[in-house]
């Protein structure tokens, strides 16, 4: 009885351990709002360890997600857009510039930089940069 009791304690606990289901927040017609807002939100759910399914324009501050969000748990459909620009106030346009990978800021300044005018990554150009859902 003593060899089996250490093996039946675990076996109880595994049993009455919760089990972990990965969240998955869909973004689709996202246009943005205050980045420091979308900065704050992005970093809550990164602390949770969620999964990112781009289903439609993510435009303005909700790109932020992509320097809190892992690339490895982002994936993107074939309507997934992102639209970059500049934000209102320079200190959050630094934000953003810095939540971006080099390789997306590389393909932003290709395209002449952030500017108050979009610069939109759709389909081929996401597949290079995510994978697909």
């Known amino acids: ?3 089996l009791l250490p093996s039946l304690i675990l076996v109880v ?7 972990a289901v990965a969240e998955t927040i869909d ?10 807002a979308y ?3 992005w970093q809550q759910y ?3 360890g969620v999964s990112v399914r781009i ?8 790109t932020v997600l992509l320097g809190h969000i892992p690339r490895s748990r982002i994936c993107v459909t074939p309507e997934a857009r992102f639209g970059f620009h500049m934000a209102h106030r320079p200190d ?6 810095r939540s971006y990978a080099s390789d997306i800021k590389a393909w932003i300044n290709a395209r002449g930089g952030l500017t108050p005018d979009f610069k939109w ?7 290079r940069y995510f994978h697909k859902c």
């Open 39 to 41: 900065n704050q939100r």
């Open 1 to 3: 009885m003593r060899k």
């Open 121 to 127: 990554m759709s389909a081929p150009d996401t597949y």
């Open 13 to 19: 606990l595994s049993l009455a351990a919760p089990i």
């Open 46 to 48: 990164a602390a949770r």
């Open 27 to 36: 973004v689709s017609d996202d246009h943005g709002g205050s980045v420091a």
């Open 55 to 62: 289903v439609g324009p993510c435009q303005s501050a909700c």
């Open 92 to 97: 959050m346009t630094a934000l953003l510039w």
